[in-house]
Each structure stands twice: as C-alpha cells, then as structure tokens.
C-alpha cells in the first residue's frame, strides 16, 4: 500500500529520475533520510522497476519508426521464436497478443531499405513465423508512463 507521500515521490522520479532525494525531501517537506528509506521500499515492492536514461532513436539515425504484427504458422512455436526476435536490435519491444496477431512488435531502422533487410532476410526467416503485416509510425503523439494518482 503506497500513501500521499509515496504518490508525490513517484511522479518526481518519473518526471525526472535525476531529481536529487534532497530536492524531493524539501518539495515533499520531509528529511531526505525518509525519501531513501521510502524509495528503498518502493523497489523492494517492485513498485519502481529501476531507473535507466532513454536514448532518442532518431539522434542515432533510426528515423523509421515500424509496429509489426506477426503471425505464428502453430502456437507452441512462440517460446523459439521469441528468442529468435530477441536476437535482433532493431526489435525494441515484442508483445505476446491476443486478436489478429500472435506477437506485435515495435521496430526502430535507419530507412525503409533497413526495415526490407530486417523483415525479409531476419524476421520472416525465423522457424515458426508464417507472415507479418506492418504499419509504419508517421508520428508519436504521446509518450507517457502510467498515472499516479
């Protein structure tokens, strides 16, 4: 169970994780002993999953921005399969899916001709996969974490 305090805290860390605990102390007006001591509590819940910088994709040269629904040619192929596309960078994140498709992936390349290699040389040669359909991303309009409210 998190209270008012806990809230406060979270969303200052998911505003920005580089916020000192003392700057956070004073903003919630108390000791930044407690601020340790309730983000220690946070983690050990598993309420704050770590902290990491994120890095802009496009400042790297991956301007192409792609969702990629796969389909499976059986179900149980999903455990090899999901190794298979773990393998490969481009795919930054994989999600095992009910609907239409069986695994939806999102996918950061250079252009459109790094995005062919990727789905016809890797991503449609792995055992398992029957076809894929993708959707190109012509912009990202919100980019948010869950509320704390």
């Known amino acids: 169970e998190i209270d008012k305090v806990d809230r406060k805290i979270l969303n200052f860390l998911m505003k920005n994780a580089r ?3 003392l700057e956070i102390a004073k903003a919630c007006g108390i000791p930044s002993a407690a601020i340790h001591q309730r983000v ?3 983690e050990d819940a598993g309420i704050i ?6 890095v802009n994709p496009k400042a790297l ?8 629904g796969v ?21 930054v994140e994989c999600h095992y899916t009910t609907g239409k498709y069986a695994i939806f ?7 459109k001709t790094h995005l062919m ?17 993708t ?8 980019d948010r974490q869950v509320a704390i409210t």
């Open 19 to 21: 916020m000192t605990f």
């Open 135 to 142: 959707f190109t991303s012509l912009e990202q309009t919100i």
């Open 49 to 54: 999953d770590g902290s990491k910088y994120v």
């Open 40 to 42: 220690k509590k946070l």
């Open 61 to 68: 040269g991956y301007d192409y921005c792609v969702f990629t």
């Open 117 to 133: 290699e990727i789905l016809i040389n890797t991503i449609q040669n792995i055992p398992g996969i029957e076809r894929t359909e």
């Open 71 to 91: 389909y499976l040619d059986q179900a149980h192929v999903y455990k090899s399969v999901i190794k298979e596309l773990d393998k490969i960078p481009e795919v």
């Open 105 to 111: 992936l999102k996918i950061f390349c250079q252009d």
